[in-house]
């Protein structure tokens, strides 16, 4: 049972700002384009795992 909340509240957006940090607002700064690339990269790569999260997250334990 996914869980919506974290992956449409948390992980969609985190994916979609970090791109556009590292895609659209890096390449128009100057002195600190590496730092704007970097930053904008782990923000999508923590987008990833909370979404991946929120897909296998359960209010149940999982028994075996």
């Given at each position: 049972m996914?869980?919506k909340?974290?992956?449409?509240g948390?992980?969609?957006?985190?994916i979609?700002?970090?791109?556009?940090m590292?895609?659209?607002?890096?390449?128009?700064?100057g002195?600190?384009?590496?730092q704007?690339?970097?930053i904008?990269?782990?923000?999508?790569?923590?987008?990833?795992?909370?979404?991946?999260?929120?897909?296998f997250?359960t209010k149940?334990?999982v028994?075996?």
């Amino acid at each position: 049972m996914a869980s919506k909340s974290i992956t449409v509240g948390v992980g969609i957006p985190m994916i979609i700002v970090g791109a556009l940090m590292a895609w659209l607002w890096a390449p128009l700064e100057g002195v600190f384009q590496n730092q704007v690339e970097l930053i904008g990269s782990t923000i999508g790569i923590l987008g990833v795992v909370f979404f991946i999260s929120g897909l296998f997250y359960t209010k149940q334990p999982v028994m075996h």
